[in-house]
């Protein structure tokens, strides 16, 4: 579980942001996650309800996008979205490998008042 502490550092980055623009409250926050980050939202969704309260961004609406995992062929050179339970190149067969994509986690943006 390092939903905590990730939304620790996601906590810390929106207050940030929103004190570099003077804003008063924050009122969205807008999450890439990677399907093979591991991470829950829901879990994500909790902790921020409880380490929010008191600051402004207490109340935000999470938004969550996901991303998806890709494979990339070294025989097509070409990078295909995965299937799940299968590392193979859904073009050649070829046993493919992961590529970073699908492990991110990040803020995209948020909406002030
Ligand atoms: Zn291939």
Redesign the pocket.
Known sequence: MHELSLTEKILRLVLEQAGNHKAAKITRIKLVIGDLSGIIPACVEQYFGLIAAGTIAAGAKLEFQRSKAELY?P??EESFEKRPADFN?P??G?L?QLTESGRECFVESIEVD
Do not use: D, G, I, N
């Open positions: 062929c025989v097509c190149c073009r050649c070829s493919a």
